[in-house]
């Protein structure tokens, strides 16, 4: 099992409310992404960061913010939380090596309702 | 840009049957890796097998493998035996050589019927 973590698993919140999703990896890894995923559906990339201080927006346009102190955290934030946020939200991290065994390590993603 | 295309949204199989999953994906980079990832029903995204562009030879993980098709931008997995619980969402992947961001499909839904 993958050494990243997201918390909360599930959340349901009021609209209007400030919210912070948690992301940690204890595997050192440099690169750290955010994806929302609609059930059953695609992923659309939101944020990513390559390292500490690093972060950029994603192909798909998120009143999210995020930020990255510490290699370990990636934490994700809606300032304001409305009813088109309601989604599955993934965290993952990658570290690329040389011999070809990269990949993207995924969390158990956060299910968030906003009612 | 990177692009990756699933053209099956659903698919299903017989228990102990063989079934291939087909992606396309369209890139101007000359090495990069390719991804099948599965992803069961709430449960955790999990790396299936990976293909690295410069090596010719297929990819194989036990009741899994994938077809490679370079030239043809081709990427398929096949799965061998299936078993009830193959039953998931499976995205194919693409990786540039530098590590710089993953580009997935929209996936395909696989139910393994016993």
């Known amino acids: 099992e993958a050494d990243i973590y997201q918390t909360p698993r599930y959340l349901v919140i009021g609209t209007g409310k400030k919210i912070t999703l948690e992301c940690s990896q204890t595997?050192?890894?440099?690169?750290m992404y955010w994806y929302q995923q609609d059930p059953g559906m695609e992923l659309h990339l939101i944020h990513y960061?390559?390292?500490?201080?690093?972060?950029e927006k994603g192909d798909l346009s998120s009143e999210s913010t995020v930020s990255r102190i510490r290699t370990e955290h990636f934490p994700l934030t809606l300032e304001s939380a409305r009813p088109s946020h309601t989604s599955q939200y993934l965290c993952?991290?990658?570290?690329?090596?040389?011999?070809?065994?990269?990949?993207?390590?995924f969390g158990q993603g956060t299910r968030l309702t906003v009612v | 840009a990177q692009t990756v295309t699933q053209s099956q949204p659903e698919m299903s199989v017989q228990e102990a049957e063989t079934v291939t999953l087909s992606c396309t994906y369209d890139?101007?980079?000359?090495?990069?890796?390719l991804f099948w990832y599965k992803q069961p029903p709430s449960r955790q995204m999990i790396l299936v097998i990976r293909?690295?562009?410069?090596?010719?030879q297929n990819a194989t993980e036990n009741r899994f493998s994938v077809n490679f098709q370079k030239a043809a931008k081709s990427f398929s997995l096949k799965i061998s035996d299936s078993q009830l619980g193959d039953t998931a969402m499976y995205f194919c992947a693409f990786m540039k050589h530098d590590g710089n961001q993953f580009y997935f499909g929209t996936g395909t839904s696989l139910t393994v019927i016993p």
């Open positions: 293909q690295e562009a410069y090596k010719q």
């Open positions: 960061s390559y390292g500490v201080n690093s972060t």
């Open positions: 890139t101007s980079e000359s090495n990069y890796y």
């Open positions: 993952a991290s990658s570290e690329y090596r040389t011999g070809g065994d990269t990949e993207a390590f």
């Open positions: 595997m050192g890894h440099d690169k």
